[in-house]
């Protein structure tokens, strides 16, 4: 997939979803965007090595502006992995890492001819069903089918936000949806659940940014079990047309293209992604770091309305 390089400030426009300007390069390195909202590759810096103070303020600057960063041919430990995890705050333990005897902080991504599933490969935000869902994850992939394919594509959903009619802006507002870790670990993924259960909390329908301040929609069908308040049919019939017009908007999607010793970083709270698992019987591997967010904040006071829960 080609990529365009930003080289001029791009018109503002006034229809939703309008393009604003966003840098290309930073004090310590230069980026190759993917998508004019969302994506860059990242070229001039070594993951191996500590980051300078600039080099980490440029990052999180990059980061808050394309939401996704493509960093290409590291070489990565997991010492080092966790390492530039931590820059972005305390690292998450992925609720199915709880019975591992190895390191609870990197989930393994792995996927063989053997595999009954591949992880992620539906729409979803990971692992919402917490009551601080992760901040950032940054999955080093190390190993890509030898025929091609296993791309993940992301999806914006500052701008799904901004997409929706103002009518359907104004009525998601209000509303609360449950995100419940039992519906892919269990259901797809027939996992045995800890103790207790798997994480399940309620988050609002559309939320805030908490650094940018922009609106997001915030159910994805991995986690998302249903919308407070309303009948189920009506809960039903509202998150699958959220999900189709997800599924089927090209506009909110890049698309990133791995090789081996890739590492890319995504902004939790500001897109999902699916990984494709288009490469049956050839192999993938990589490991993940995650950390911890916070609450997502609601866009407006959040009202329940009489009904089913």
Known sequence: ??????????????HPGA????????????????TPHLGAEVQGLDLSVPLTDQQQADVHAAFGDWGVLVFRDQVLDRD????????????????????????????????????????????HADVTCDANPPYASALYITETPECGGGDTLYADMALAYQLLSPTMQVFLEGLTAIHDGAKPYVGAYKSTPPEGGYPRNEHP?????????????YVNSGFTSHIVGLHRWESKALLDS?????????????????????????????????AVWDYYPYERYGERVSTLGSQPPAGVDAQRPAGEI
């Open 205 to 217: 329908v559309i939320a805030i940014h908490p650094v940018t301040g922009e609106k997001l929609l």
């Open 80 to 123: 080092t992995h966790k390492a530039f995890g931590r820059h972005f705050g305390e690292l998450h333990v992925h609720p199915m890492n709880f019975a591992r005897k190895q390191d609870p902080e990197l989930l393994i991504v792995k996927t063989t001819a053997d595999s009954p599933y591949t992880a992620g490969d539906a729409w």
């Open 1 to 14: 997939m080609a990529m365009t390089e930003v080289t001029d400030t791009p018109t503002r426009r006034t």
């Open 242 to 274: 959220l999900y189709s017009f997800i599924a089927t908007t090209p506009r909110l999607l890049a698309r990133v293209e791995w090789q081996p010793n890739t590492l890319t970083l995504w902004d939790n709270r500001r897109v999902q992604h699916h």
């Open 19 to 34: 393009v604003s300007a966003r840098p290309a390069s930073y004090q310590s390195f230069t980026v190759q965007t993917l």
